[in-house]
């Protein structure tokens, strides 16, 4: 017992004078050095009562296990740099921002079958828009679970997968103009198989995030993804070197109805396909004031991970029909891009092509994107450095072509 207790005392001394072999709990070098068993290691772990992972935060565990806490939050710091086509209608800029800044607790209560998510950002939305997540999830089965609250509309690879784990410094133009972004309502989702094949299936308030209507326009929304080689994380690159190809393969709908309230307006704008910089908002002009617009999205996507090679793509449509004037707007979009880490899990170069059309019927107002991005990941997407180029091609500014160059650190914690 003291040989044993000696060598505990060791190794802890070593733990703090050994430069490096602090990422590692006591626990885990116990156990490596053999001072602990198997049954002992899972024993002190099961029960600590607060710990540390990063990227997941720091977590409470009551001592009967029936109630955890995890706090955790994320940093995103930007500069970016536009260098405006000369037309004599936009000038050269610059731009220090602090782009993200969430926090948020999630875990689970009395069983862990029923798990929580409250999710602040206090820089995108301002304090309308404070709240990004909030919901009770309660797991049957994993092939059934019921959630209620405010989360993302399930539509769009991208849009689902965090804005803290992309290649890019952000997500696509494509993306962006099609997603809906987030609502408060109730979803029924599950992963069959082990997550061989995952569904959603959404009804919502549809007046976007952290808004509410009293009339009876609701939005629908519904995803599956087939995963024939193994479950596969949102999470863009392939930093975990994958040993065998993952493949994932995704279709979503989305239906809502909105009514236009002004020349420039929604009934609300917090729809992000209906904002200024969505393909519905962008068409506004072509149906009459007071009336009522039955929007369907549709997309089809795909993604592939091996060695450390990835590639993603999605297909996205929106139509847009107006009850009184019988007009019509179609958009569509797609991106597409491919990454690799040519030093395994910390360096990686990645490209992408993104494609809008906003209005099908109209001529001169297509917006693409050709972009390159090189990212070196310290842990990961929990901390890492990013930098990306694009030529920006935007018809609709007068065939302008600006180069943007961000530079973006992140931490997670």
């Known amino acids: ?197 995952t569904y959603e299936l959404g009804y919502y308030g549809g007046a976007g995030q952290s808004t509410f209507r009293t009339s009876n326009d609701n939005a629908y929304a519904a995803r599956i993804t087939a995963n024939p080689f193994g479950k596969m994380a949102y999470a863009e690159g392939d930093l975990d070197q994958s040993e065998k190809p993952l493949l994932s393969v995704g279709a979503n709908y989305y239906r809502n109805t909105l009514q236009k309230s002004t020349a420039t307006a929604f009934e609300t704008n917090n729809v992000t396909l209906a904002g200024s910089t969505g393909w519905l908002g962008k068409g506004i002009g072509t149906f009459a004031n007071g009336e009522k617009i039955d929007i369907n999205g549709y997309g089809v996507d795909a993604a592939f991970k091996w060695l450390g090679a990835s590639t993603q793509a999605e297909y996205l449509l929106g139509q847009a029909d107006g009850h009184t004037s019988d007009k019509t707007l179609r958009a569509h979009g797609f991106y597409a891009q491919a990454g690799y880490c040519i030093i395994p899990r910390k360096l990686e170069l990645a490209f992408r092509y993104s494609f809008v059309d906003p209005n099908r019927d109209k001529a001169n107002d297509q917006q693409v994107d050709t972009q390159g991005a090189i990212s070196y990941y310290f842990n990961k997407h929990n901390l890492k450095l990013q930098g990306d180029v694009t030529n920006s091609h935007d018809q609709s500014k007068g065939r302008t072509d600006d180069m943007i160059y961000r530079l973006q650190a992140q931490v997670i914690f």
């Open 1 to 197: 017992m003291k040989k044993r207790s000696l060598a505990a005392t060791v190794v802890a001394m070593g733990l703090v004078l050994i430069p490096g072999v602090h990422a590692k709990t006591l626990e885990d070098v116990l156990k490596e050095k053999g001072v602990i068993t198997e049954e002992d290691y899972k024993e002190v772990t099961r029960s600590k009562a607060l710990n540390y992972k990063p990227g997941k935060g720091f977590t409470l565990t009551s001592a009967d296990e029936k109630f955890q806490l995890s706090l955790g939050g994320r940093l995103q710091t930007r500069y970016t740099f536009t260098d405006a086509d000369d037309n004599g209608t936009s000038r050269d800029s610059n731009k220090f921002e602090v782009k993200r800044m969430k926090f948020w607790l999630n875990g689970y209560a009395y069983t862990k079958d029923l798990t929580y998510l409250l999710q602040v950002d206090f820089v995108q939305g301002g304090s309308s828009k404070l709240l990004d997540h909030a919901y009770l999830n309660y797991r049957f089965v994993d092939e059934a679970q019921v959630l209620a609250g405010q989360t993302k509309v399930p539509f769009g690879r991208q849009w689902l997968n965090s804005s803290g784990s992309q290649q890019f410094v952000d997500r696509s133009t494509a993306s962006d103009m099609f997603r809906p972004g987030y609502e408060a309502g109730v979803k029924v989702h599950g992963a069959v198989a082990g997550g061989i094949a």
